[in-house]
C-alpha cells in the first residue's frame, strides 16, 4: 500500500489521528490558566514581549494579543465583524470531474459540510486574523468502517512555539504528553491558517501585533482620563470657618467638605459656610482625551477592516459615494479572507480526508467559499431582450441560476408568455370605408417575405453579433457590457439592414393588402 504523506513530505502515524493529542495538560507545558502581560504594560515591557515572540517563544504575545481583544471593546467589534462576516459565507463544493467516483467524494464532503458546527470552526479558524496563525485540531473517526472527521478542536496558540531555525516551522508545546521536547505537528491532524496583515514571520503578520501599541496608547489615554474626569468632573469645593472656631468645628466642616464628593449631603454649624468652584476648561481638556481616543479607535478600524466608513461615524463625510467606497473595501477583504480560508481547508482537511478514504488521487474535490455576485436582473433582461432575438444561443439553467430560480419539475405549473394577437392590417384606401380588418397569416407570401429578410439581413446582423460576442469576452460585469454596447452604438453600421428591414415591411404591408382584396373582407 502507497504511504502517505502530508504536502511536507511527513508520513503520517494513523494510530494518533483518532486521538487528542494537543489539548491542555494541567502538570504539563500546556496550561488552560493563562497570563496577565497586559497588566502595568509599557513600551519597555511590550517591546520584551515581541521581541521574545521573534525569537520563536510567542506564548506572552498571544497571551496578549487575547487580553487586547477582552479590554478592548472597538477592537473586539472590528474584528468580529471581520471574522463574523466569513463565518457566515456559504461553502460549496466542486467536484473533480462529473465521473461518478469524482461525484461521491465531492457528496461526501459536501453531506459533512451541513452541520450547524460549521459556523463557530470557521469563526476559530479565522482567529489567525488577529494574532497571525490559528491551529486546529482535528479528531478523526473510523466507528463505522470510514474515515471522517468527527470533530475541529480550536487549540490555544499558546500552546504552539515556533522552530527557531526558520521562525515559521510550528511546533507543539511539550510534545504528545505535554512534558516532553516541542515536536512537529502530525501530518493530517492540524488545520493551520494563516492570516498576513503584512508580508513576514507569521508571529510577526498579525494584527495583533500592529494594535497591541495602539492599544497601550489608548490604555494610557483612557487612564489619564479617567483621572481628569475624577479631579475636575466635580467642582471644587471650599469650606470657610471664621477664626475662632475651635478643633471640632474645624474637622467637622471638612468632613462635611469631604462627603459632599460622594455623599452630596452635609451638615455644618451656623456660621461656616462651603463655596463650589467650577473649573472652567474641564469640557475643552475631556475632548482631548476623546479625540485621542477616537483617533486611535480609527487607525484600529483602518488596519482590521481596511476604513472606518462602517465603523466610525463623522459629520461631513463623504456621503453615499463614500459609504459604496469603504463597502467596497470592506468586501475585496471579505473575499481575501473567504480564498484564504478555502485553501487552507482544501489543503489541510479535504486533500487527507480523500487520501485517507479513497487514497492519492490525481485531482480532488474543492471547497469554495464566496458570497455570490449581485445580479442586476433588469439589465440581464434587457441584454437577453436585445440578443436572444438576433440570434444568440443562451443556456436557461445558466439564467434560471443568475435569477435564482430553480429547474421546474415535470409536474410543475409553468408561467407562459400570454397568446400574441394577430396585428390589424388597414387598406390605405379603405380606412375611411369600412372598420379594421384582422387578417388571418397568409402562409406563402409571409414566408418568402420572411426568408428574404432574413438572407438580406443576415450579413449585417452577424456583424453586430461578432461585435457583442468581442463585448461580452472582454467585459467582466453585466454593468460594464452595457457601456461598451452604449459607447460602439454610434459606431454600428445600421443603414443597410434598415433598409432591408424598410423595404421588407413594404412587401409584407402590400402582401397583407392583397390579400384583404383577394377575400373581398
Keep these: 500500500m502507497t504511504e502517505l504523506v502530508d504536502q511536507y513530505g511527513r508520513p503520517l502515524r494513523r494510530e494518533v489521528l483518532t486521538q487528542e493529542i494537543a489539548g491542555p495538560t494541567l502538570a504539563g507545558l500546556r496550561s488552560p490558566i493563562a497570563g496577565y502581560p497586559a497588566d502595568g504594560l509599557n513600551p519597555m515591557r511590550l517591546a520584551q514581549i515581541l521581541r521574545g515572540a521573534d525569537m520563536g517563544d510567542p506564548q506572552r504575545y498571544f497571551e496578549l494579543a487575547e487580553l487586547i481583544e477582552e479590554r478592548d471593546l472597538h477592537y473586539v467589534g472590528v474584528l468580529g465583524k471581520r471574522k463574523r462576516s466569513v463565518a457566515q459565507v456559504d461553502v460549496t463544493v466542486i467536484s473533480a470531474s462529473d465521473d461518478p467516483r469524482d461525484v461521491a467524494m465531492a457528496d461526501m464532503v459536501r453531506e459533512w459540510l451541513d452541520r450547524d458546527e460549521l459556523e463557530d470552526e470557521k469563526f476559530d479558524i479565522l482567529d489567525a486574523i488577529g494574532k497571525g496563525d490559528s491551529f486546529t485540531e482535528i479528531v478523526w473517526d473510523t466507528s463505522e468502517g470510514q474515515w471522517r ?25 511539550g510534545g504528545e504528553s505535554g512534558v516532553s521536547q516541542s ?35 489608548k ?6 482620563w479617567a483621572i481628569f474626569t475624577q479631579t475636575y468632573g466635580q467642582p471644587v469645593r471650599l469650606g470657610k470657618f471664621a477664626s475662632s472656631a475651635s478643633d471640632t468645628d474645624r474637622n467637622t466642616l471638612y468632613r462635611a467638605v469631604a462627603n459632599i464628593a460622594g455623599d452630596m449631603a452635609a451638615i455644618i454649624p451656623e456660621g461656616m459656610s462651603i463655596e463650589f ?32 466608513g462602517t465603523t466610525d461615524s463623522k459629520k461631513g463625510g463623504l456621503g453615499d459615494s463614500g459609504n459604496k467606497v469603504h463597502q467596497a473595501v470592506e468586501q475585496n477583504i ?19 480526508w480523500i487520501d485517507l478514504e479513497y487514497g492519492p488521487q490525481q485531482r480532488y474535490p474543492r471547497i469554495k467559499i464566496e458570497r455570490p455576485e449581485a445580479e442586476d436582473l433588469k439589465l440581464l433582461a434587457d441584454v437577453l431582450d436585445i440578443l436572444v432575438p438576433l440570434g444568440m444561443r443562451v443556456s436557461a439553467g445558466e439564467v434560471r441560476d443568475k435569477i435564482g430560480l430553480a429547474d421546474p419539475a415535470p409536474d410543475d405549473q409553468l408561467l407562459v408568455a400570454p397568446p400574441s394577437k394577430a396585428l390589424p392590417v388597414i387598406a390605405p384606401s379603405l380606412q375611411s370605408q369600412q372598420p379594421v380588418a384582422v387578417v388571418k397569416p397568409s402562409t406563402a407570401p409571409a414566408d418568402q417575405i420572411a426568408d428574404r429578410m432574413v438572407q438580406e439581413t443576415a450579413g ?11 463585448m461580452m469576452g472582454a467585459a467582466t460585469s453585466l454593468p460594464e457590457l452595457r457601456e461598451m454596447v452604449a459607447n460602439a452604438y454610434p459606431t454600428l453600421d445600421t443603414a443597410p439592414v434598415a433598409a432591408k428591414l424598410a423595404d421588407g415591411f413594404v412587401a409584407a404591408q402590400a402582401a397583407g393588402i392583397s390579400d384583404v382584396e383577394d377575400t373581398g373582407a
Design 149 to 173: 472527521p468527527a470533530r475541529l478542536e480550536w487549540r490555544d496558540p499558546r500552546w504552539f512555539e515556533y522552530d527557531r531555525r526558520d521562525g515559521r516551522t510550528p511546533l507543539l508545546r
Design 183 to 217: 515536536i512537529p505537528l502530525e501530518p493530517f491532524k492540524f488545520i493551520r491558517h494563516t492570516v498576513k496583515a503584512k508580508s513576514g514571520l507569521p508571529v510577526r503578520s498579525g494584527i495583533a501585533r500592529i494594535a497591541a501599541w495602539a492599544w497601550m496608547f
Design 219 to 224: 490604555a494610557f489615554t483612557q487612564r489619564d
Design 277 to 308: 468652584i467650577e473649573s472652567k476648561n474641564v469640557g475643552a481638556g475631556s475632548e482631548l482625551y476623546e479625540r485621542r481616543a477616537d483617533w486611535l479607535d480609527s487607525q484600529i478600524s483602518k488596519a482590521v477592516l481596511g476604513q472606518t
Design 334 to 352: 471579505e473575499k481575501a479572507d473567504c480564498k484564504g480560508l478555502a485553501a487552507t481547508l482544501n489543503r489541510d482537511l479535504i486533500r487527507p
Design 460 to 470: 449585417g446582423i452577424q456583424g453586430w453579433l461578432a461585435k457583442l460576442g468581442e
